[in-house]
């Protein structure tokens, strides 16, 4: 077990050096400069250079690399460029919307899709599971920011029955969440469904019939415990997805959240905040694949972790 997370620890740490030079290159490359952003056209050169001094943006780009590894080793993520505010304080403050609205559309996600993948399942070739093996196509098909606009305009707009935009009750996190499930849901179920239909075909669940035991403790005792071993490491990689699906649903939604931080900053050319929004995304995404293989082994006693 032990050298198990040591090994898992050391990918993480790999993963996000990867990470850190891959987002590093792309915006220290990219055409503009984040200091017109700060001062006015009417600036003296001699100012815009003492300001590029200021926040070491006049040295090479292997040093500034180098310094800004550095301070993330001491958790230290910067300091923002147009916000003039610790990195830290910046993603603390926006982290928790966007972890609310991650964990709420998993909930609905897998909420939505294991009864129909399983109802998919027992009403196999039936006009029901081609009903919903469609539906899940379409979800599957269906853009996140489009199926957002799409809310926005008939729920709130139209029938007014939710805010439209804002953050701070469940009524703002409803319809968001609501995006982000269903368009998810309609991958699982289609998961489920497949892992279904392979268990029900065992023996011991025949064995168990044959016992006259009712079909709900057949599927719910026996077949739905083994189908869900690869829907739980399905679990980790729906939890990257959400969290870079939120960036866009943030944005529609106008939620404060860490994708509507990334992209303003982005937008902004502010280099520390993008850094550092994306170590605490990455950290999230690998976190959850790590998860994953923990609750495998929990769910089959068979497969240990080494």
């Known amino acids: 077990m032990l050298r198990y997370f040591a090994r898992r620890m050391t990918f993480l740490a790999l993963t996000l050096l990867g990470m850190t030079i891959i987002i590093f290159s792309m915006l220290h490359l990219s055409p503009g400069d984040p200091i017109d952003l700060i001062v006015g056209p009417n600036v003296t050169p001699e100012v815009r250079e003492n300001i590029r001094h200021q926040y070491g943006l006049d040295q090479p780009l292997i040093v500034q690399y180098l310094g800004f590894m550095r301070s993330l080793i001491r958790g230290d993520l910067g300091q923002s460029i147009i916000q003039h505010k610790p990195v830290s304080e910046l993603i603390a403050e926006r982290f928790y919307v966007t972890f609310e609205l991650s964990v709420t559309a998993l909930i609905i996600s897998f909420l939505i899709a294991i009864p129909i993948g399983i109802k998919a399942a027992l009403k196999r070739n039936t006009a029901t599971d081609y009903s919903l093996m469609a539906a899940s196509l379409i979800g599957i098909s269906m ?59 065992q023996d011991y669940i025949r064995t168990a019939r044959s016992k006259g035991l009712p079909e709900r403790v057949v599927i719910n005792r026996h077949a739905l415990r ?80 080494r």
């Open 226 to 305: 083994n189908a869900l071993i690869p829907i739980i490491t399905l679990l980790g990689l729906r939890i990257g997805w959400i969290v870079g699906g939120s960036v866009v649903v943030e944005i529609v939604f106008a939620r404060p959240g860490l994708g509507r931080l990334m992209v303003d900053s982005i937008l902004a050319r502010d280099y520390p905040v993008v850094q550092g929004t994306m170590v605490v995304l990455t950290t999230c995404i690998i976190l959850g694949n790590l998860l994953a293989d923990v609750l495998y082994a929990v769910v089959d006693p068979r497969i240990k972790l």
């Open 143 to 201: 853009p996140t920011f489009w199926f957002g606009l799409m809310l926005l305009y008939i729920v709130a707009f139209k029938l007014r029955l939710f805010p439209i935009s804002g953050y701070g009750t469940w009524r703002h996190l409803f319809l968001p969440a609501l995006t982000i499930g269903i368009t998810d849901a309609a991958l699982v179920a289609r998961m489920v469904r497949s892992s279904m239909l392979e268990v029900i075909r």
